[in-house]
């Protein structure tokens, strides 16, 4: 059997063919460059020993390769050379026309068998990489640090003193009304004795959607929806929600939320206006803080008053630390809410019988939550900020 179809270092290297010894046909996976294996003259009987020789000698060659390969992409790099589209595996193949019909089955199953035992290697070999580098990661990760939670919502501060200050009223027997945001100038203004040419009309403080349309200033117009829909007393309700004004700074927003409160009987006097509003700062704000009543100005109650409570900050006493305390400016009082009996121009605003009595009262929710939280800057609630937010989860 001739051998001077293959090429110098086969020759060499695996002898003759016919002692059916495989052996490397070259090293190309370490870089050496060596000629095609393959005889380049037409021989049937040399060629398909050549073949099926040159299909042995990937297996041993892919080990040698392997046993160099330390991570996954010379791993990769060498599947390429071997199993690619290119690759050796596919260069033998290419010679299968060559042969007779009679001849293609036995190099075509011995291709298959070389295919399935080139995978096998690559793929435990691919197995073993995986593993030890998963080891590697396991020996560096440390499961005493505290794992990367998921970012959970909750409630806006605001939604949960409006919450907190609905449910106090709720205890006491009010109803929660929700309404309009865009109100009429009688629901707003007229209903509640507020003059043509009274300043909160104008328009430096409202914001008209037209002549007679207004977003709602206060929510008031709810006390006079409530009192137009019940057509007569007896009635508790407080109005939770957004109020709008021309005003911004860091005490005043444009949008801002306030509760209003209404409750309107026969026989209803300050004694009841007193006693509620007292009930209600102290189940907010604690049993020990102090109430006080001073005299105020509203066009729709007479007589009106606006309620203090000790400083939350120097509880009461105008300083800290021996520092003028800034929250109440050293006078030891905090403003909270606006309040006062019932204007009769309301009742017969609304039908309601003059006979009957009653007493209004209304907050900012941002100024209790405020002051609940201990922050000095309003526009902090609408910034979304989800770091400022995630605090009162
Ligand atoms: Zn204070």
């Excluded at 305390?325 to 030891?332: E, L």
Aim: proline fraction near 6%; include cysteine.
């Amino acid at each position: 059997m001739g051998n001077s179809y293959f090429y110098p270092s086969l020759a060499r290297d695996a002898g003759t063919c016919d002692r059916g010894q495989a052996a490397p046909l070259h090293g190309a996976y370490a870089g050496e460059n060596v000629p095609n294996p393959l005889p380049q003259e037409r021989n049937n009987q040399v060629s398909v020993m050549n073949l099926i020789a040159a299909l042995e000698s990937l297996a041993p060659e892919l080990e040698r390769g392997l046993d160099q390969a330390l991570d996954l992409s010379k791993l990769e790099e060498i599947r390429v050379e071997f199993l690619g589209r290119k690759g050796r595996l596919a260069q033998i193949m290419a010679r299968l026309p060559e042969l007779s019909p009679e001849e293609k089955p036995a190099v075509g199953k011995k291709a298959n068998e070389i295919k399935a035992r080139l995978n096998t290697l690559f793929d435990a070999h691919k197995h073993t990489l995986e593993k030890s580098g998963e080891k590697a990661y396991l020996t560096r990760f440390d499961a005493t640090l505290p794992g990367a939670l998921p970012w959970l919502g909750s409630m806006h501060p605001i939604s949960q003193v409006t919450e907190e200050i609905c449910s106090v009223f709720e205890a006491l027997g009010y109803d929660v009304v929700d309404g309009l945001e865009v109100e009429t100038d009688f629901h707003n203004f007229q209903a509640l004795n507020f003059p043509k040419d009274h300043p909160a009309r104008d328009m430096q403080d409202t914001l008209y959607v037209n002549e007679g349309v207004v977003l709602r200033t206060h929510t008031s117009p709810m006390q006079v929806r409530s009192m137009l829909a019940r057509k007569a007393p007896p009635l508790a309700i407080v109005a939770p929600g957004k109020v709008y004004r021309r005003d911004s700074d860091m005490t005043h927003s444009p949008m801002f939320h306030q509760i209003e409160g209404l409750l309107v009987d026969k026989g209803i006097s300050l004694r009841d206006l007193r006693g509620s509003l007292t009930a209600f700062v102290r189940r907010l704000f604690g049993p020990a803080v102090g109430v006080r009543f001073r005299p105020s100005f509203f066009p729709f109650t007479e007589p009106s008053a606006e309620v203090d409570i000790s400083c939350i900050m120097c509880s009461g006493k105008g300083a800290l630390h021996g520092e003028t305390c800034r929250v109440c400016k050293g006078t030891g009082w905090l403003e909270i809410l606006g309040c006062g009996m019932v204007d009769p121009n309301v009742y017969k605003a609304v039908g309601f019988d003059e006979e009957c009595t009653g007493f209004a009262f209304g907050l900012g929710v941002e100024r209790v939550a405020m002051l609940k939280y201990g922050i000095g800057d309003l526009r902090l609630f609408f910034e979304n900020n989800v770091r400022f937010l995630g605090q009162f989860a």
